[in-house]
């Protein structure tokens, strides 16, 4: 009986069925063992390379008076000028806002690296007010990175006290200009 009831369920089961064609399975070859952990510590120094030139620890000598700027010792004077006047405009715009720190160290670093992929010297970071945490760090960061020539807090038309005009050095730079 047991024999009569597995071929009602078999045949019941080969009606049901009946006309559907088998699939085709897709393989996803993946990369040996080893060359994916290679990839993967790659592309780990490429993230901390981005952030190896901010540290919390260190504060570089930035004017206490008037608004937020730096100038790197082997860059022309007059470009703080420029940039307090408007003169470059962004060619870039970060925003900051609702990041953490370490979030906003990436992005920065991320930004400088884009910039300089790019060909872009003039970039905009929004880091904004609120706690003033962003406010007092990003400048910070920015004064210890070897690619940022100057930057000043923006004039209004770019984010005004929640912004910094950032110029990265280029070896052309100066010829886009």
């Given amino acids: 009986m047991t024999n009569n009831n597995s071929d009602d369920d078999f045949s019941l089961f080969s009606a049901e069925f009946s006309g559907i064609k088998k699939l085709k399975q897709d393989t996803i070859k993946l990369p040996p063992k080893n060359m994916k952990k290679k990839q993967v510590i790659q592309e780990k120094i490429a993230a901390n390379f981005e952030t190896d030139h901010f540290s919390d ?3 570089p000598m930035l004017s206490e008076d008037g608004p937020v700027r730096y100038l790197r010792q082997d860059a022309q004077k007059y470009l703080v000028k420029q940039l307090r006047r408007g003169d ?3 060619e870039i715009i970060l925003d900051l806002h609702g990041l953490n720190q370490v979030e906003a160290k990436r992005e920065l670093g991320g930004l ?12 905009s970071v929004l880091h904004g007010v609120g706690t003033y945490v962003l406010k007092k760090q990003v400048p910070l960061w920015l004064a210890q990175h070897p690619d940022i020539l100057a930057f000043h807090q923006a004039p209004l038309e770019f984010g005004g006290h929640g912004a910094l005009l950032v110029l990265v050095e280029l070896e052309d730079w100066q010829m886009k200009r």
């Fill in 88 to 90: 470059f405009a962004p």
């Fill in 57 to 59: 620890g260190f504060e």
């Fill in 112 to 123: 400088i690296a884009c910039c300089k992929k790019e060909g872009l010297y003039c970039c």
